[in-house]
């Protein structure tokens, strides 16, 4: 008697993991399923690719076991309802013959959605029910579904017994207060790990991105969870997509914008063929550094007379100057968005590199046949999901990200821009074998703004009162930091001058976006126009293939990679927004398109000239060199329809893009 009393008293923790790893071994198993099921799709070549799948498969699967067994949890970590548990075993079994069938249909529902559109379970099932007689028909006439629904409630009663056996337990009476507050302590922190998905030093959880690492969708697919990913991507679904009867009608224009080739107002194609540009010696290294934060108003190249940024304005005097350059969207995660796609991010709801329904694009980056392509960041690219951005569209691309850099993290953003850029350095002059294409994502000019102590050559400066005025300086932190990042970029670019890669390497320099503090040194029409956020600086530094010299005409991070192409002799395909800004047969009267989420005006600049329609009503047109905000739309009502015209078209094309400009 005794011997039974002892088999069925258990603690909580050990009820609780008992629980925990069982149903992380049952959704284990339904990916290993999965994995079977696809199994043809697969090529021995994907062999590490497979394994590191389902490796984040696991924790995925972990963290909706470590969700679905919560109750218990909450059951158990309260006493009073802990010893009640037993008494009432049956409602919880269920309880949790409920919740399995409502897991297992949605598995179900994954594997028929696979096997129907080739993607996991994701928020378009929603848009597929909307006509839910025609779509009850068809899955009605295409499977069993009795049977199927009879399978998954027995199946679910059977899955839902060992829940009911933990539950028959008695839970253990523990003597002390340290033991029970040691065992709660455990569990909470099993709990914690689980759900959290991994263990990162700058605190990123497990997301959807983390899946996103190879090229091959069925390898993605296998990384993925279902659960998961519904919920991820029906985040996503307040955005308003693209409007296809608007896109067609704006498309005469665009594609004389953009040059098509073959235009097709049916098919709305927008691919343009660039020829290659035959270059003496060999093709060129590629460098791209996007600079966080690197606002217009607030560097060198702004109206003072203080120098936050001398580096680079003594950069700029040996480079190609863009003084009209623009993000197409803020805030950094769209930055990125558009620089690397090459179509502006103006999804409404999120961004873009948060949003699974446009993370699949063509680009420019893999025009660039036999380069190493790397993309360095000195923290995690889980932020914002730029991981999935860059791993499931760049073929081969190196991530280089915080755990491979020899310097410890500052901050949660990372290493400084300064052992990032050095680092950077040190990796260039070991590539020698083929060209590459390198992009250098900084981030220490961002609360909170940290300097480390041991920087060789950086010395802090006090900030005059004049000084944060007219650069819109908040405080002493921010400058120094702004001083910082200009020196470390200096630091690089000295490095690079004296080793065996510079002079066979186009640098191209330019912010992610600027900022909205009160700067001074700006007109009032471009103060109306309200651009400093997206106003920032392009440097194009290639002594050896481009004259130095200041441009006026208006780009923006879309014509980054196009430009980058052009600059290296590469014939590349285009199917994005954007134009090589050297090209002496592409369009550079095109200006520069700024929009992002609902809340944010839609701009257009182009010679001198801004359009603003702040989406509430108010539309106007601006001379930015003009001392007073003028609105010219009365004026100069030519000029006024054609900015308008094409700033509707741009946004209404990329919204388009967004969605399909799905790579081949």
């Known amino acids: 008697m005794n011997l039974a009393h002892r088999r069925k008293s258990r603690t909580a923790l050990f009820m609780y993991l008992s629980a925990l790893c069982y149903v992380t071994l049952l959704l284990i198993l339904a990916r ?32 909706l076991a470590a969700i679905f067994t919560l109750p218990l949890a909450f059951i158990l970590t309260i006493r009073p309802l802990g010893r009640k548990l037993r008494a009432h075993k049956n409602l919880f079994f269920v309880f949790y013959a409920v919740l399995f069938f409502i897991l297992w249909t949605v598995y179900c529902f ?13 928020a378009t099932i929603i848009e597929l029910a909307a006509d839910t007689a025609d779509g009850f028909r068809m899955v009605s006439e295409s499977y069993p579904l009795t049977a199927l629904i009879v399978a998954v409630a027995v199946f679910s009663i059977l899955c839902a ?34 759900a959290y998905g991994q263990i990162s030093s700058n605190l990123f959880p497990l997301r959807w991105s983390n899946a996103y690492f190879s090229t091959n969708t069925y390898v993605t697919a296998l990384a993925l969870n279902p659960v998961q990913n519904l919920y991820d991507t029906y985040r996503a679904t307040q955005d308003d997509g693209f409007n296809l009867a608007q896109t ?79 993000s197409n969207a803020r805030t950094t995660a769209r930055g990125v968005f558009s620089t690397m796609t090459g179509v502006p991010d103006v999804t409404e709801s999120s ?33 914002a999901n730029i991981r999935g951005i860059i791993a499931n569209n760049i073929k081969d691309v190196h991530i280089l990200e915080e755990s491979y850099w020899k310097a410890p993290n500052v ?104 900022v909205n503090d009160p ?21 194009v530094h290639a002594p050896a293939r481009l004259a130095s010299g200041v441009r006026e005409d208006a780009a923006s991070q879309v014509d980054v990679f196009p430009t980058a192409a052009g600059i290296a002799g590469i014939e590349y395909n285009n199917w994005t927004m954007g134009r090589d800004l050297f090209s002496k047969t592409q369009n550079q009267q095109r200006g520069a398109f700024i929009s992002g989420k609902n ?39 030519e000029k006024f329809m054609l900015m308008k015209d094409r700033a509707n078209a741009m946004q209404a094309t990329a919204k388009y893009m967004l969605y399909n400009n799905k790579k081949f």
Request: aromatic share 14%; hydrophobic share 40%; charged share 20%.
């Open 248 to 326: 067609r009608a704006v498309y005469p224009l665009m594609a004389g914008l953009l040059q098509v080739d073959a235009p097709d107002e049916e098919k709305l194609n927008y691919l343009r063929h660039s020829n290659a540009v035959p270059h003496s010696g060999n093709r060129p290294n590629i460098v791209i550094i996007i600079m966080e934060s690197l606002s217009y108003t607030k560097t060198s190249f702004a109206p003072g007379n203080d120098s936050p940024t001398p580096h680079l304005k003594a950069l700029a005097d040996e480079s190609v100057l863009f003084r009209n350059f623009f």
């Open 161 to 194: 017994l060992p829940m009911r056996r933990i539950a028959a337990n008695e839970v253990k009476k523990t003597f002390g207060r340290a033991p029970s507050i040691l065992a709660w302590l455990c569990g909470f922190v099993i709990f914690a790990v689980a």
């Open 110 to 122: 994954d594997t028929g959605f696979f096997a129907y559109l080739g993607e996991r379970l994701n």
């Open 519 to 539: 700067s001074t040194n700006v007109t009032a029409a471009y103060n109306a126009s309200y651009l400093r956020g997206w106003h920032v600086p392009l440097i």
């Open 351 to 383: 961004t873009g590199s948060r949003n699974q329904r446009v993370i699949d694009q063509r680009v420019v980056a893999n025009e660039f046949d036999g380069y190493d392509k790397y993309y360095l960041l000195g923290g995690n690219t889980a932020w």
């Open 599 to 637: 809340d944010s005006p839609i701009r257009y600049v182009l010679d001198g000239y801004c359009y603003y329609d702040n989406r509430a009503g108010v539309q106007a047109l601006y001379r930015l060199a003009g001392q007073e905000a003028v609105d010219l739309k009365t004026d100069e009502p």
């Open 411 to 514: 901050d949660v953003w990372g290493i400084s821009d300064y052992d990032l850029l050095m680092e950077a350095h040190e990796l260039f002059t070991t590539l020698r074998e083929r060209p590459f294409l390198a992009v250098i994502q900084t981030a220490s000019f961002h609360k909170p703004y940290t300097i480390p102590d041991n920087t060789p050559g950086f010395a802090y400066k006090p900030l005059s009162e004049e000084t944060a005025d007219n650069y819109g300086f908040i405080d002493e932190h921010e400058y120094n930091s702004m001083r910082y990042m200009d020196f470390s970029i200096g630091e690089f670019i000295k490095k690079a001058k004296a080793s065996g890669y510079y002079d066979n390497t186009v640098f191209l320099i330019f912010g992610d976006h600027g």
């Open 32 to 63: 290993l399923g999965f994995f079977i099921g696809i199994n043809g799709h697969l090529t021995p070549l994907d062999g590490t690719d497979i394994l590191k799948a389902l490796y984040i498969g696991f924790r995925f699967d972990a963290r």
